[in-house]
Every structure is written in C-alpha cells, then in structure tokens.
C-alpha cells in the first residue's frame, strides 16, 4: 500500500513498522531553483527485532537557506561597496523512531526529529582609532536546536484497508535561545493532527486520503503494474494546504530486496523565488521541504530490505482434532486424518505447504502430510495423518499434545501450533466392529503357539480327520477347549469400549462378546481359518459381536458336517472360490455345537429374517 | 438400487407363517429348526417356517394355512418358510442380502492356500438322503412353487439350491425354466447373468442356441436398443 507522500513524510511514525528485518535506504534530489541544487537528502536504516522497530535516519539534504540583504552597505578597505546581508538556514539533521507491533492490525510509535536554525546578522561596528571612526561589518550569529515529538498509531482492518493517525508538534524540546530579533525567524511548527485513510479496494488499484487540521489534504491513487518484468507501481497524488498546491507523479519499481522510486514534486501554486523580509516573519516556513519558496523537485529513492530472518508465507487459522487417538488402529491413521487445520496464506503467491504433527509420547519425530498448494490470500482446510508404531503399548489412558507445524520453503516451521491430546490406552476400541481385528492381529503370534499347543493334544484325532474336514475339525477343538472355560464378564459402564488381547482373556479367563470372539478370531485364523465378525445392531444401541468362520469344505461337502443346510451359508473365500461359513455364538460357552445352533438362529433371525443384511443392522466385517 | 431402498421402507421382514398339514399320501418326512434328524410328519399338525417338508417319489403333502393351499407332489423338498407371496421389491432384497452375504469383501494380504494333508474322510455317516439328492428335490419344490404362482420365492429357492447343492447347477432344464421365470418378472439382470452362466454347462445344439438367442436379446434389452 502507498506511502505518505512528500506533504507529510514520515508523518507516520509506525510506518517502518512493515519492515520485518532490515530495510537501507538512500535517497537523492534536485530542486529546480536557479540554479538547480542537487543533493544527497538521506541515509536512513531501520531494524526491526521482534514485535519493535527502531529506525534512524540522517539527512544532510534536508535544509533550507535564505539570503536577506539589508539596505546598507559599508565601504571597504578596497573602497568597495560591502552590503550587509541576513541569512537564516534550517535544517533537519537527524530523526529517530521506535514503533511497536501489537498484532497483525494494530501498531503505535513515535519519532524524534532533530532540528537547528542558524541566523546570522550583519551589523555596521565602528571602530575608533586616535584620529578616525572606520566602520566596519560585524556579524552576530545565533543558533538554536530542538526536538520535534511525534506520535502515531495504525489499524489495519485488513491487506487492504488502513487508518492511521499520528500528531506532531504537541511536544517540543528546545535547546538554546534566541534573541528578540532572531526569534521572528523561527520555524512555524503549528500543532497538527494527521488523519489517512489507505484502501485497496481493487486488484491493483488502492487510493489514499489524507487530512491535516493545519489545512491541508491529499488524495492519492495507485496502479501496480508490469515493467519490464518487475512488480511496479504508479501512483499520483494532488495536494493542498498552507501555502503551496501541487501534484506528486511517482514510479517504483522492485527487484528481489531493492527498489527503486523516483517522485516529482510539481507545484501548482505560485512559487515566491525572491521576497521580503517582512514577508519571511510574518509566514514563516513550517516544512522544510514543503514551503512557498520551494522549486519543484525530483527525487530517486534507492531501498535495500534485508532479509535475515524467514519471512512467514502461511499461518493457522485453527486446528481441530477430528479423531481421539486408539493406539491400536495404527494404520487407520493413515489413511484418515485425525485433524483438521484451517491455514491461510497470508503472502502475495502460490505457496506449496508441507503439514506435519508430533504427538508428544505416540511420536519420535515429525510425520508429514501430504503437500498443499494454497493459493495467495486463500484459506484451506488441511487434514493431518499420522503414524505410530505397532510397539506403542499403555495400559492407560495418556493425556498429550500434539504439535502441528507449517513447512514451506522456508528452513523453519512458517507456524506451530500446539493442542492437548488424548491418547486412548492400547485396550480402547472405538466401538466399531471393522476395527476389531486390530486386536485380533495383535497376538498372532501368541495365538499361534497357543493353538498349536491346544490342538497337539488331540494329534491323534486330527491325523485321522479327513482333509476336507481339518479345519472344522480344528474349529470345533479349540472352541471347545478355550470358550467352555470362560465366565461372561461385562466391561463396566464407564469403559464399555474397551477390548482385551487374546493373551489377556486366556489369562483371566473372562470377558464379553467382543472379547471372546476377538479371541477365538485370533486362534483360528492364526492357523489358517478365515473368520468374519458380524456385528449386530439393536433399535436400543446394543451392539452384539459373533463370529463367522470358513470350515473350507464345498457346498458339495457340507453334508460332511450337517444334514440340515439352514446350518450353514454359501461364501466365497480369499481364492473365490464358494465354501461353507458357519455362524458360532462365542457367549454360548457350553459347546461347539450349541454355540453354532446359536449363531445359525441369532444369524437367520436378525440378518436374513429381520433384513438386517440389507437394513445395515447387522454387518459381516472380514478379518484381514 | 433405488427398488431396494423403496422397499425398505415398506418391508419389515420377510416372517412367513406355520401352515397347518391338511393331508398326506405315501411317506413324508420333515426337517425342524436346526435339527439333524429327519421326522416323519403327521395329517394335522403344524409346520413352522423353519421346517423343511419332503416328498419322495410316491408321495404328497397337502398344507393350508393364511388363505394358502399348496400341494407338494412326490419327489420334491421345500422350506415351508418359502410358501409365501413376495413382491418384486422384496424378491430383489432378498437377492441384494444373499449378494451381500455370499461375497465378501476382498482380503488385502491374501494367504496362500494350506498345503495338503492326507487323512481318512470321517464324512460316512449315514443320511436319509444323498446330498445331491436333496439338491434335486430341492429344485423340483422350487419349480412346484413356481407353477403354483409363487414365482418370487420359487427363484430364492431355486438359487439357494444352486449355491448349496451345486451339483444342480447342471440342471439345464430346470435353469431354463427358472430362468424364464426370471424374465416373466422383467428381473432382466438377473435372468441375463443366468444365461450367462449358463453358457458353460453342457448342453445340446438347441439349448444352446436358446441361451445365445437369450443373451443377445437380454443385451439388446439392457442397452436399450
């Protein structure tokens, strides 16, 4: 956004607040007097350090001389006319300022300006001698400095509409004085409150107002543009007040860090070259370099932003954790999101995001997510995964944090932002029946030997079953051999979501529906017998979890097992090929037998009877 | 997929009801709920729905029961639970579920088959009726149901018998006829993937150029042509 232009430089006291490290700058002139005056008007650096910026600036350029003759002469020693003159030269030498950063829309600050007035008089001195009176020119010279005091505040309402407002002149610190005669000349420095508006209400365009209780006022308007491939600007402003009206053309150009401006300062009103000494006292000059007697100026601002510490590209807006963290269900993580960030991208181009997030106690290091283009200005949701390892096991529910982060092609994170987290304990289970087999898969080994060791005790039968008949055979053994040894426990009210490992229900010998078919889904199909869990859903929120195995026969082989085919259903294997599947209630501990005459009627009244199958009330989720 | 959901709002389930055994000639034995041992069945008792009722190849059963008369004639087996009037709707649910029920989804890590082991075959024990048998009969009370109006759970019954008894599938007769029923319906992707399957059974010349004129008539039909 445009600048103050040249009827109120630097008016703003905050505005090197935009500087976010460090800016150079150098600035030349030319006045166009007779003759024109060149010169070197400023250096100035600002640093900013955090939140605060400092900046100072030395101008040797900013200075205004006048030459008053008086209407007396004395004759010299040459016998030459010697005219007896005035001269009053102002200057601003220095200015400092600091500036503080509140937030991204509010900033305050102030700036000292350092000012010295020199007058010098000539006077006729007599000198007396022994036998004459020689006049002579003597010169009385004063000179005074004093600090000006500035202050000012800025409210960015958004990238494209400002307000600030400063005042000067309310404080004024004087160091020396002046005589009666010089104190005529000194600088009119009338309290002044300043008032601008900025906007950018279009793609490119922007436009200022500016207003001044001393009477004067500005508009502006700007046109960024392409020049010879560089990001450019044009701006022209109008401005009025005191004692002067002009307009102020002005073209920059930006290359990387440098930029370049060169502004013409073209007066419109009537410029007094020459004038009298009553004129001068009564007036007075307020501005340097804004006075009646200025000639119309060109200047070439040369600028240098250093960049040091990373610019931020993108931001969050806010994190939301979708998901509470089952540390079991490792892999839904991956392709699930467990948060959903809102992300700006507070920069003026396309910038590809990398997200990532560290769940203190779940990870050692930075899981990313997959990339985002943002475009410039735009505000997207980006989902976070994230992985774990199997390994993780707490028996308890952990509370945690995790840290998301934003990485562009900056080295450093552009943003992190921190959120409590709960990592559930290794036995949570979120209540869906899909996720099951997480636990089942968990123990595999342990399952394994377990069943192997079961099944050894009845080698003798087992080698004497046909092949076909092998793995029901096995069903129904370790059926018989783990479930009738179980007390039905149900988990306590307030963890009802809660699911034991294998190893753990063989250890205490109890548990619920979803422990004993966890269990028994892991034994078999650690040996090869494909399982299915099915997941009943009552009008009251029950739920109830049985099994489904794959005996392997033919649907030519079941009389094998059954001669009555409502026993037993048609499905396909991982090979596709059609087998026989029997439904086992794990909770029926008496037997094999009774537990799958009561799968076959909980199956055939809530699936097919009670169309849960197609109602969704009852789901067949495989294990793999 | 729109029939289906329509028709979950209308249909509750698909309860059949107990028919009373009104009459029997010759020797009729029933299977009960999930029992293994068939029973001989008596005129006036009742059959439940979970009771299969077969016929062997003498003899008859007459059942009544909610303004329903059906005779079951000799050689023939039937679920009592398929002695019902369905509509188009819950005949095409009823497909869905046992789409549902006999596929499931892929596994990702897919195991290798288990490696052979020999054995003695403990299946010997003796039953009232050879599994492909019962298949057969299975079918002929299917197609009974159908010729007495009860199309819709003729073709349930009919594809039930093919998946557990798959010797039936063999039956190209009988997969003529219940594919023609399937067409009667307009139940078109069906009877197409009917046809379709049966391409690859044997057949002679003329049944099989029945089944391609068919096929392309069913594809014409789909395609909207």
Redesign the interface.
């Known amino acids: 956004m445009q600048a103050d232009g040249v009827l109120s430089m630097e008016a703003n006291p905050t505005s090197f607040s935009s500087v976010k490290d460090l800016a150079l700058g150098i600035v030349f002139g030319t006045e166009f007097l007779s003759p024109a005056v060149s010169n070197l008007y400023e250096l100035s650096i600002s640093k900013t350090f955090g939140a605060s910026n400092f900046s100072l600036r030395y101008s040797p350029g900013y200075n205004k001389e006048f030459s008053l003759l008086k209407n007396q002469s004395v004759i010299g020693q040459d016998s030459s006319d010697v005219s007896l003159k005035t001269s009053l030269k102002y200057s601003e030498t220095f200015a400092a300022g600091f500036s503080y950063k509140y937030s991204e829309h509010l900033s305050s600050g102030f700036t000292l300006h350092y000012f010295t007035e020199n007058f010098s008089q000539d006077a006729i001195g007599a000198v007396f001698s022994d036998s004459s009176l020689t006049l002579i020119r003597e010169n009385n010279t004063e000179s005074m400095s004093f600090i000006n005091f500035q202050f000012g505040g800025d409210y960015q309402f958004s990238d494209n509409y400002r307000v600030s407002m400063s005042g000067s002149n309310f404080i004024k610190i004087k160091n020396g004085s002046l005589s009666d005669i010089n104190r005529s000349f000194e600088m009119k420095t009338p309290e002044n409150i300043r008032i601008a508006f900025y906007a950018k209400p279009y793609d490119g365009l922007g436009a200022n107002i500016v207003f001044e209780t001393i009477r004067a006022f500005q508009i502006s308007v700007q046109k960024e543009i392409q020049l010879f491939g560089l990001y450019s600007s044009l701006s022209c402003s109008y401005f009025g007040g005191l004692s002067s009206r002009g307009v102020q053309p002005s073209l920059s150009l930006r290359y990387g860090n440098l930029s370049a401006d060169v502004t013409a300062l073209l007066y419109t009103s009537q410029k007094q070259k020459t004038g009298s000494l009553n004129d001068l006292t009564s007036s007075g000059i307020s501005s340097i370099l804004n006075n009646k007697y200025c000639g119309n100026k060109a200047m070439l601002q040369l600028s240098y932003r250093l960049q040091t510490t990373q610019e931020k590209f993108v931001q969050f807006v806010d994190v939301s954790v979708t998901r509470a963290i089952f540390p079991m269900f490792s892999d839904l993580f991956l392709d699930a999101p467990f948060a959903i960030a809102k992300v700006v991208n507070i920069s003026d181009k396309a910038v590809t995001v990398k997200p990532g997030s560290k769940i203190d106690k779940l990870n050692n290091e930075i899981v990313y997510s997959p990339s985002v283009v943002i475009a410039p200005k735009d505000t997207v949701s980006i989902p976070f995964y994230t992985a774990f390892p199997e390994t993780y096991f707490s028996s308890k529910h952990e509370l945690s944090f995790v840290t998301f982060s934003l990485i562009t092609e900056n080295a450093d994170a552009d943003d992190n932002l921190q959120k409590p987290l709960l990592i559930n304990s290794s036995n949570a289970w979120d209540g869906e029946v899909g996720h099951l087999h997480y636990f089942v898969k968990k123990d595999f080994d342990y399952s394994s030997t377990a069943a192997k060791r079961i099944l050894s005790k009845y080698k003798n039968t087992l080698d004497t079953t046909s092949s076909a008949l092998l793995l029901f055979q096995q069903a129904k053994l370790l059926f018989n051999e783990i479930i009738p040894e179980m007390l039905y426990v149900a988990d306590p009210v307030a963890s009802n979501d809660r699911v034991q490992f294998p190893h753990e229900t063989i250890d205490v010998k109890g548990g619920d529906c979803d422990d004993f078919s966890v269990c028994l889904a892991s034994f078999y199909e650690s040996i090869g017998i494909e399982t299915a869990f099915v997941d009943y859903r009552g009008n009251d929120q029950s739920r109830h979890v049985n099994l489904l195995f794959n005996t392997g026969l033919h649907p030519s082989e079941a009389q094998l097992i059954t001669r009555n085919d409502k026993k037993y259903f048609i499905r396909k294997d991982t090979a596709g090929e059609e087998k026989v599947w029997i439904p086992i209630e794990t909770t029926e501990r008496s037997n094999f037998t009774s537990a799958w005459e009561k799968g076959v009627e909980i199956f055939t009244n809530e699936a097919l009877d009670n169309l849960g199958l197609v109602k969704g009330t009852v789901q067949i989720i495989e294990i793999y | 997929m729109n029939k ?1 959901i329509v028709s ?1 709002l209308v ?5 059949a009801q107990s028919y009373k055994v009104e009459k029997i000639q010759g020797t009729v034995k029933a ?1 009960v ?6 029973g001989d069945v008596k005129e006036g008792a009742m059959v439940t729905p ?1 009771t ?1 009722i077969m016929t062997d190849k003498s003899s008859t059963i007459l059942l009544s029961g909610g303004g329903i008369k059906f005779m079951l004639k000799p050689s023939a087996a039937l ?1 009592v639970n398929s002695l019902k009037h369905m509509t188009i709707d819950e005949l095409l ?1 009823a497909l ?2 046992e789409e ?6 892929k ?5 290798g ?2 490696t ?8 010997g024990n003796k ?2 009726v ?3 048998a ?1 298949g057969d009969l299975k079918l002929n009370g299917a197609r009974q149901l159908a010729e007495n109006g009860f199309v819709e759970t003729a073709i349930l019954a009919a594809k039930e018998a093919y ?5 039936t599938q063999k039956n190209v007769p009988l997969r003529f006829f219940f594919a023609s029923q399937m067409m009667k319906l307009s139940l078109f992707d069906e009877a197409l993937a009917e046809y379709s399957q049966m391409q690859n059974l044997p057949m002679n010349d003329e049944q099989a150029k029945e089944v391609r004129e068919k096929l392309d008539f069913l594809k014409k039909k789909l395609a909207g042509m």
């Open positions: 289906i979950l249909a509750g389930s698909l309860f299977l709920g999930n029992s293994e041992q068939w979970s299969v679920s649910l869905a579920m549902i029920l006999s596929t499931p989804a596994r990702k890590d897919a195991k088959m288990n052979a082991i020999y054995g003695t075959n403990e299946g039953s009232l050879s599994s492909d019962l998946r557990k008894y798959p010797s």
